[in-house]
Nanobody
Framework: VELVESGGGSVQFGGSLRLSCAAS????????MAWFRQAPGKEREFVAG????????AYEDSVKGRFTISRDTAKNTVYLQIHSLKDEDTAVYYC??????????????????WGQGTQVTVSS
């Protein structure tokens, strides 16, 4: 499985951004996909997840209402739409894939495939 993120960059406070994760090399109907982020000096944290089959979603509480995860099954791509960007959203954002089991995983070890990450920087 290969995951390639894109769409990061420098964005002004209050702006919007859409991250993309192109997935290949797997049968993704058996997977959950997720976005994590890691800010400088902090641990990697779960942001949002989506079940490939059916499209159910899960979000970390602090991003609900501002972040939307979605997938395009025809393009094998997962998206993270971010609105009303805040300083605390500055981080490297990682796409992850893991075999589905029970509810959508929120822990790093629920996922065994990772992209290289894309930097999002919010400027005031």
């Amino acid at each position: 499985v290969e995951l390639v993120e894109s769409g990061g960059g420098s964005v002004q406070f209050g702006g919007s951004l859409r991250l993309s994760c192109a997935a290949s090399g797997g049968t993704f109907s058996y997977y959950d996909m997720a976005w994590f982020r890691q800010a400088p000096g902090k641990e990697r944290e779960f942001v949002a997840g989506i079940r490939w089959s059916g499209g159910s979603t899960a979000y970390e509480d602090s991003v609900k209402g501002r972040f939307t995860i979605s997938r395009d099954t025809a393009k094998n791509t997962v998206y993270l739409q971010i609105h009303s960007l805040k300083d605390e959203d500055t981080a490297v954002y990682y796409c992850a894939a893991g075999r589905l089991s029970g509810s959508i995983g929120r822990r790093i070890y629920d996922y065994n495939h990772w992209g290289q990450g894309t930097q999002v920087t919010v400027s005031s």
